[in-house]
């Protein structure tokens, strides 16, 4: 297992900065924003992806996973299909660079959608992902995140997939938010989450469902510590991914504070947690 932040925290670095902040703090590894040209993306030409993985090796760090913005749950067949050959793409980028996780979202669908028909679609196309990510080593990660936030629902569509290179991205907030028990996620997903996003907040159930508000991790209700001793009872192997929301929310603290923060926070609950 190994302790990694993903470049959401860090929207206006460049990748030699990310690398120098992942070793100032002692972190193995990076998870890739895959989006906007910014740190990695399909669109990277063969030298650009030599120059990244070369940068990344030679700093002694792993490409965690790379983070894909498709959206598997997709009424319109078409559409679905363009998720797949997205994401495929994101495979070979994946293989190009070194990286063993590629994320995907289900995403949102209409109230009115066949739920059980969507879902069986939707399984369908990411069996098909899985192939051709198999065949690559790569493992595909469905976040608890949107309409598929609990592990309950997660866990449903992974059921039907039932393909072994496709699995679960546990972002630890989402289920957490929305009243799913860290047992019940754990269980709902047990023994298929590949990839995490640790983060931590305050509830404030009086901003509606879900509510809640970001803070740095050990300051808010998020048990993170129980989660982790849940995933390592569960055998997990990946890496424990700090997700430090600064794109989407500014006003957060400086994101090296939260660098410092989380990787001696993790290292303090590895110890405990293996003594």
């Known amino acids: 297992m190994t302790i990694s932040f993903g470049t959401l925290a860090c929207p206006d670095w460049t990748i030699q900065e990310v690398i120098r902040a992942a070793r100032k703090y002692g972190y193995d590894g990076v998870e890739l924003r895959g989006a906007d040209r910014q740190h990695i993306s399909p669109e990277f030409t063969p030298i650009e992806r030599r120059d990244v993985r070369h940068r990344f090796e030679d700093a002694g760090l792993q490409i965690v996973a790379i983070t894909a913005y498709t959206r598997f749950a997709q009424v319109d067949p078409d559409a679905l299909q363009g998720q797949v050959d997205t994401i495929k793409r994101y495979v070979d ?7 063993p996780v590629i994320r995907t979202f289900g995403g949102q669908y209409p109230e009115d959608a066949d739920r059980e028909a969507l879902f069986d679609t939707m399984a369908d196309a990411l069996r098909q992902a899985g192939e051709y990510a198999a065949q690559a080593d ?40 929305f009243g799913e028990s860290p047992q019940e996620t754990c269980q709902h997903l047990q023994g298929r989450v590949y990839h995490t996003h640790l983060k931590d ?23 993170i510590k129980e989660i982790m001793q849940l995933l390592i009872a569960d055998g997990y192997q990946g890496s424990w991914c700090l997700e430090w929301e600064k794109t989407w929310h500014p006003e957060l603290p400086d994101t090296e504070v939260a660098l410092e923060r989380f990787v001696t926070l993790i290292r303090g609950y590895l110890e405990e947690l293996s003594s």
Do not use: Y
């Open 138 to 177: 790569v493992k595909i990660v469905l976040e608890t995140h949107d309409a598929f936030s609990l592990g309950a629902v997660t866990g449903d569509v992974l059921n039907r997939v039932n393909h072994p290179a496709v699995g679960a991205l546990w972002d630890i907030m989402h289920p957490f938010r």
């Open 201 to 223: 907040g305050h509830l404030r159930p009086e901003k509606g469902p879900g509510g809640h508000e970001l803070c740095l991790p050990g300051d808010g209700d998020v048990p």
């Open 93 to 99: 980028l994946a293989v190009d660079v070194g990286a």
